[in-house]
């Protein structure tokens, strides 16, 4: 089984940073591509970020410019850089993967439990 573990979440002020982590275990073979999703309370999961393993990325409208999703492949971890947040950042957020257990199988998803940042002041 593949998990996922988040780490770095928690309160921060309007305007302040934070740097979410996601490193992937387990039966991997390799990983296509990773990223966030959020969600927060009466809004539609969406997806923040996501990175491929080659380094395409990709962001939601309302995060770019701010927030930047690197990886370290050789660790099978993706990072969310989060600057100058706002409020309306403050959600679940979710890490996700896409992934091959052995170069001829098929492509399967894992999901993380989810990670609250609050931005408040």
């Known amino acids: 089984q593949v998990q996922l573990v988040e780490s770095g979440g928690g309160l921060v002020q309007p305007g302040g940073s934070l740097r979410l982590s996601c490193a992937a275990s387990g039966n991997i073979f390799r990983i296509s591509a990773m990223g966030w999703y959020r969600q927060a309370p009466g809004k539609q999961r969406e997806l923040v970020a996501s990175i491929t393993s080659g380094g395409s990325t990709n962001y939601a409208d309302s995060v770019k410019g701010r927030f930047t999703i690197s990886r370290d492949n050789a660790k099978n971890t993706v990072y969310l850089q989060m600057n100058s947040l706002k409020p309306e950042d403050t959600a679940v957020y979710l890490c996700?993967?896409?992934?091959?257990?052995?170069?001829?199988?098929?492509?399967?998803?894992?999901w993380g439990q989810g990670i609250l940042v609050t931005v408040s002041s």
């Open positions: 996700t993967a896409e992934y091959r257990r052995t170069i001829i199988g098929s492509t399967l998803d894992a």
